[in-house]
């Protein structure tokens, strides 16, 4: 169909369009202190890493898990993707151990493109997870040791809207995750050709597409791209 092709392009395009934009905010540890010092008692936002050692461009699939153990009611919306990928209202950061923040590939085009939520509901909530992939959030430019967390508005207060009845507006209330080292290795040229092709192949079939085109943005390289690039005529 003519519309998964163009939300296919916009998926595969902007990793590539917007590679070099930077994340404006630096400030992300006096930032998540701000959070955290305001983060409602019993409420939590918890991160998951399935190992703390990477390569440099390995995907790292990052899972998400709300937990309500008040007394407190809260709901949130469940979509799991904007129409490029991205999760709206959940978010990684990462700084180096010199304090400098991890770039944010995709920043600008979430910025303009931030009300096209994806498929979900209203749920409310006791605990829910999502996993998804920090390459959309994050690149990581230089091997070393790095410092990462997840950020989220999707909590709000209250109880979930019910299908024709006129709620009033919404509190949102952001929450950070605790912060979890983790360490990233140098990319060797023989993880770059088995990662490659790997993901090629994914790409190749329908299937596995999606998680191809993942593994390929994380990776960041110019052949990666240029993968990526070649798909961009899907039907």
Known sequence: MKCTSQIWNLWIWFPILMWSVARADTEIDQTWQSIRDHQPSGLQLKLTL????????????GTV???????????????????????????????????????DPLKWASMALQDLGGMGTFKDLGTWDITLPTSYWLRFDQPGTYTLYA?????????????????????????????????????????????????????ATSAD?????????????????????????VT
Not at 67 to 96: C, D, H, K, M
Not at 151 to 163: E, H, I, V
Request: proline share 7%; aromatic share 8%; glycine share 8%.
């Open 50 to 61: 399935p190992k703390d050692h990477f390569f440099q461009g390995e995907e790292i699939n």
């Open 65 to 103: 898990e709300f937990i309500n153990n008040s007394q407190v009611p809260y709901y949130l919306w469940t979509g799991s993707a904007s129409r490029f990928g991205r999760a709206s209202g959940i978010a990684f950061f990462a700084e180096s151990a010199s304090g400098h923040a991890v770039i």
């Open 151 to 203: 950020w989220s508005d999707r909590a709000q207060a209250g109880s979930q809207p019910k299908p024709g009845v006129q709620n009033g507006p919404s509190t949102r209330v952001p929450l950070v995750s605790d912060k979890i080292t983790i360490t990233i290795e140098p990319l060797t040229p023989e993880l770059e050709q088995q990662t490659l092709a790997e993901a090629k192949a994914k790409l």
């Open 209 to 233: 597409r999606a998680e191809g085109a993942v593994e390929l943005n994380a990776l960041q390289t110019p052949s990666a791209r240029e993968a990526l690039a070649s798909r961009g005529d």
